[in-house]
């Protein structure tokens, strides 16, 4: 009874934007799933747009939020509520990834590179780690948000905090925006970040987005990777439960991911290079 009744507040609490639902994460579960199955449910997906960025392709160009990664199936991932999200908080594609490019060897060096994710981080870390050598990975399953301030504190007494920082967490229960930005103030100045969103049928999938739409859109040095939006053209790479993905479902995440470190190298270059013109590296905000 106390579960049900705090599934239903869970529910009614993601629908009112600003109210901290972080408290009721803890009553929603990550469920188990079948690594011997093959296949997922089909049906109709909510699809996001854009609003922000500058690398916002055309629908039908080949990016961090649409890419022909298992296209051609007829196939689409099923979303949450069944509704699109309201057009006030669309997600947009932040990283071009040329269709099919799904690299083998490594694409950058990733020893300026921390992730601090969940069970999803942990499907990617084989791949990652192969495509960016030298990268931090700290993944850890049904990790949430309001418990991860520790997981950073550790990181920075073992000297792993580096100068960008992949934050992939909503999977296991929502968060304020104000929750996410503390969490980024701890990680501290000259860092820059990759927020990646979530794909799950859970209730709490659209405030997650809405959240780190929010905060990747006002937060300095930080860049976007709309896995929301990437997810819904891959159904077949994902287990049953619809949020684990299987081998190339997780080589596609981690492939986002690595574009989206590169972009933001090449925007807030690392402290042993000048700052470009305009730049604050202070976390601050841009300034002329």
Not at 4 to 13: E, K, P, Q, R, Y
Not at 36 to 43: C, D, E, L, V
């Amino acid at each position: 009874m106390k579960k049900t009744v705090a599934f239903i507040l869970g529910i009614a609490a993601t629908a009112i934007v600003g109210v901290d639902v972080a408290g009721l994460a803890g009553a929603f579960a990550e469920p188990k799933f079948d690594a011997a199955a093959s296949t997922i449910p089909k049906g109709t997906p909510s699809a996001l747009g854009s609003n922000r960025t500058a690398s916002t392709p055309p629908p039908q160009a080949h990016s961090a939020g649409a890419s022909s990664h298992g296209a051609g199936t007829g196939a689409t991932k099923s979303s949450s509520s069944g509704t699109k999200p309201s057009s006030i908080f669309r997600i947009p594609p932040a990283v071009p990834v040329p269709a099919g490019a799904i690299p083998t060897a490594p694409i950058g060096n990733g020893a300026d590179v921390t992730t601090i994710g969940d069970s999803v981080m942990v499907d990617a870390e084989p791949y990652l780690v192969q495509l960016l050598p030298g990268i931090v990975v700290d993944g850890k399953v049904s990790r949430q948000l309001i418990k991860t301030p520790p997981v950073v504190a550790a990181l920075k007494a073992a000297g792993e905090l580096h100068r960008y920082v992949v934050i992939e967490l909503g999977t296991n229960g929502p968060f304020t925006a104000s929750q996410l930005r503390t969490l980024m103030h701890q990680v501290g100045p000259h860092h820059g970040f990759v927020l990646v969103n979530t794909s799950e049928p859970r209730p709490w999938e659209q405030v997650v987005n809405q959240v780190i739409d929010q905060v990747a859109a006002t937060y300095p040095h930080t860049v976007l990777v709309n896995w929301y939006q990437a997810a819904q053209n891959i159904p077949q790479d994902f287990y049953p439960d619809q949020v684990h993905l299987m081998p190339a479902g997780a080589k596609y995440y981690a492939t986002l991911i690595a574009e989206a470190v590169l972009k933001l190298e090449r925007e807030y270059p690392p402290l042993s290079q000048a700052p470009a013109k305009g730049v604050a590296d202070d976390g601050g905000t841009r300034s002329e």
